[in-house]
């Protein structure tokens, strides 16, 4: 299982990124996929999901209304776009791959696999 994440960078607050994570050597509509972050000092929170078989997507209160979370089965891709973003958006974003239906999935513990991080700075 390989995870890439890509389109991380320097933003001021308001403006908008968009996060990218292609995966390979699974078979994508099994799994959940996830976007989690970790700010220095902090604990890796998940921050979206979306399940692989049926696009159902979760999000943490925080980012609700200004993240999206979205996929393209067929190029085994899933993208976070992240708009209106706030200096507490900071953070190295991950994205992780886990099963369905894992009721606790915004804890690290939900990830079977991680992707390497990107980062995400958002100046006041």
């Known amino acids: 299982v390989q995870l890439q994440a890509s389109g991380g960078g320097l933003v001021q607050a308001g403006e908008s990124l968009r996060l990218f994570c292609v995966a390979s050597?699974?078979?994508?509509?099994?799994?959940?996929i996830a976007w989690f972050r970790q700010a220095p000092g902090k604990k890796r929170e998940g921050v979206s999901l979306?399940?692989?078989?049926?696009?159902?997507?979760y999000y943490i209160d925080s980012v609700k209304g200004r993240f999206t979370i979205s996929s393209d089965n067929a190029k085994n891709m899933v993208w976070l776009q992240m708009n209106s973003l706030k200096p507490e958006d900071t953070a190295v974003y991950y994205c992780?791959?886990?099963?369905?239906?894992?009721?606790?999935?915004?804890?690290?513990?939900?990830?079977?696999?991680w992707g390497q991080g990107t980062q995400v700075t958002v100046s006041s």
């Open positions: 992780a791959v886990g099963p369905m239906g894992y009721s606790n999935w915004y804890v690290a513990e939900f990830a079977d696999y």
């Open positions: 050597g699974f078979r994508f509509n099994d799994y959940a």
């Open positions: 979306i399940n692989g078989s049926d696009g159902h997507t």
